[in-house]
C-alpha cells in the first residue's frame, strides 16, 4: 500500500509540474498576446526632403525595428518635395529608406498636395510606393492565414475627392469583413494646428462614411507635427507630418480638440494592432517616447 502511494504521489507531482509549465502559454492565448496575432506597422507623413531630419527619422526607424518588427509603412503624404520630382526619388526616398527596402519592408503611399505638382504619374505607378497606378486604394493585411480579416487600410488622395472617390470608399468600406479599418490620406480632417485652415468641405465628405462603416482610426499628415485629437464620432484621429519636415509652435494645446501632440521634433509612429486592441507609440528622431495611446475595439 505505501508502494502504491507513492506512485500516485509521484504522479500526481509530474502532473501539477506540466500544468505549471503550460500556465504562460494558456494565459497568452486567454489574453490574445501572442505575438504571432499581431500586425505592427510604421506610419510617417511629409518625409521627402532629403535632409537631416529625414535621415534621422529614417536611423531610428531602423533601431526601433530591431526591437518592435514591423514589416510595412504607410506614407501620408508629400513624399518628394517640392513637387514629388521623379529624378529626386533616389536621394528623397531609396537612400533615406535603404537599409528598410533591403530588409523587405514594403511601403505603401498617399499623395501629398506637393506629390501632384509634376510627380502624379510617377508616384502612383513607382513600385516601391505600391499604389498600383491608382491615385487611391485599398489592401489588407493578416498575421496569420486563420486571420485573413484582421485589418484593411483605404488609402485615399484627399487633393481631390472627387464623387467616384467617395462612392469607391463607401462600397470598399461596407464590403469589408476587416476587425479593424484604417483610413490614411494626407489632410487631416481634425486637427489643432494652426498651419493649415480645418479641412471642413473634406470633413462633411469622409466624416459620414468614417462613422457609418465603423472605420477606427485615421492617420494623415500636411500639418507638420505630430497630434492626436480626442475621438470625434467614435472615430480616433492622428496627424503625423513631422517625419521630414517640421513647423514648430504650429499646435494650439488650448483647442478643444487636442489631446497630446508635438511640434518640437521630428518623429514617426509605431501601431500595433491585435483582435482587440491598436496601441498607437508616437516615437522622436532621438528615440523617445512622445505618446502612447491604446483604442480599444468595441465589441458588437
Known amino acids: 500500500m505505501e508502494v502504491g502511494f507513492s506512485r500516485i504521489s509521484i504522479l500526481r507531482s509530474f502532473i501539477l509540474a ?3 509549465l503550460a500556465l504562460p502559454i494558456i494565459a497568452t492565448a486567454q489574453t490574445g498576446n501572442n505575438p504571432n496575432s499581431i500586425i505592427t506597422f510604421a506610419v510617417i507623413g511629409d518625409t521627402g526632403t532629403g535632409d537631416e531630419a529625414q ?3 529614417a536611423r531610428q526607424m531602423v533601431r526601433q525595428r530591431e526591437q518592435t518588427p514591423f514589416d510595412f509603412v504607410i506614407m501620408l503624404g508629400d513624399n518628394i518635395y517640392e513637387t514629388g520630382d521623379e529624378r529626386l ?5 531609396e537612400e533615406p529608406y535603404k537599409d528598410l527596402l533591403a530588409a523587405g519592408v514594403k511601403f505603401y503611399a498617399a499623395l501629398g498636395n506637393h506629390d501632384i505638382i509634376k510627380g502624379l504619374k510617377f508616384q502612383t505607378n513607382y513600385p516601391n510606393f505600391n499604389m498600383g497606378g491608382r491615385r487611391y486604394y485599398n489592401f489588407t493585411k493578416a498575421p496569420n492565414e486563420n486571420n485573413e480579416n484582421l485589418l484593411e487600410f483605404f488609402a485615399l488622395d484627399s487633393n ?4 467616384e472617390q467617395l462612392k469607391w470608399l463607401d462600397e470598399s468600406l461596407s464590403a469589408s469583413k476587416a476587425r479593424w479599418k484604417i483610413a490614411f490620406s494626407h489632410h487631416s480632417i481634425y486637427s489643432s494646428a494652426r498651419m493649415h485652415s480645418p479641412y471642413v468641405k473634406l470633413r462633411a465628405q469622409l466624416e459620414p462614411l468614417y462613422v457609418k462603416h465603423g472605420v477606427s482610426a485615421v492617420f494623415s499628415g500636411h500639418s ?13 484621429y492622428f496627424t503625423e507630418g513631422a517625419s521630414g519636415e ?19 521634433v521630428n518623429s514617426f509612429l509605431i501601431v500595433q494592432v491585435s483582435e482587440n486592441e491598436m496601441k498607437v507609440e508616437a516615437i522622436s ?3 523617445k517616447l512622445i505618446d502612447s495611446y491604446t483604442i480599444n475595439r468595441p465589441v458588437k
Open 89 to 93: 526619388i533616389k536621394p528623397r526616398f
Open 55 to 57: 535621415l534621422a527619422v
Open 224 to 236: 507638420h507635427c505630430y497630434e492626436r485629437v480626442k475621438p470625434q464620432k467614435g472615430v480616433h
Open 160 to 163: 481631390l475627392m472627387t464623387s
Open 246 to 264: 517640421i513647423k514648430r509652435k504650429t499646435l494650439d494645446r488650448r483647442n478643444p480638440l487636442f489631446a497630446a501632440g508635438e511640434d518640437g
Open 18 to 20: 506540466l500544468l505549471l
Open 285 to 287: 528622431a532621438d528615440g
